[in-house]
């Protein structure tokens, strides 16, 4: 069985880093480590402190896109994985989490496209190929039925 790792060894050691020089990137990580703890409102004001320095971050702003993601902040998280995709257009987890973000937000065509570019980018990235065949099928649309004829007889 695998054993769990220490969150809060973790959490220590990135919290006395970032102590030690609060214009370190390792936000993005100790904001992480609170994220897998459940701690998402902590990980966010984390994420949003190191990004006023690093604005350009990539992985601080899959982190709070992420933690926002599991907040339930859909839109919120959605720009924030935008905002990744603008500054590494390849960035494979921004566009899985654009398409559970389009997804969960019940815009499963979009959210198709999003998971189909990240599957052309890798083809072999089985989550994404998991997540696509999860979405919903678009439905047809059924064709005009010919109105029915009432069977009324014609006035004499």
Do not use: W
């Not at 970032?18 to 701690?39: C, I, M």
């Not at 998280?77 to 603008?86: H, P, Q």
């Not at 696509?132 to 064709?143: D, I, R, S, V």
């Amino acid at each position: 069985m695998a054993q769990r790792p220490d969150r809060s060894s973790e959490i220590e050691r990135h919290a006395a880093k970032l102590e030690k020089d609060p214009q370190s990137r390792v936000f993005a990580q100790l904001a992480d480590a609170y994220r897998k703890e459940g701690l998402l409102d902590e990980a966010i004001r984390i994420c949003r402190d190191g990004l006023v320095a690093h604005p350009t971050y990539v992985s601080g702003r899959v982190v709070l896109g992420r933690a926002l993601l599991e907040q339930g902040a859909l839109e919120e998280a959605e720009g924030e994985f935008r905002r990744v995709l603008e500054l590494a257009p390849d960035n494979l987890l921004a566009l899985r989490l654009l398409g559970d973000t389009s997804a969960q937000q019940g815009r499963s065509g979009e959210a198709r496209l999003h998971y189909e570019r990240a599957l052309r980018l890798n083809p072999l990235d089985r989550e994404t190929q998991e997540r696509l065949a999860a979405l919903p099928t678009e439905a047809t649309p059924a064709p005009a039925a010919e109105p029915a004829s009432v069977g009324l007889e014609p006035e004499a």
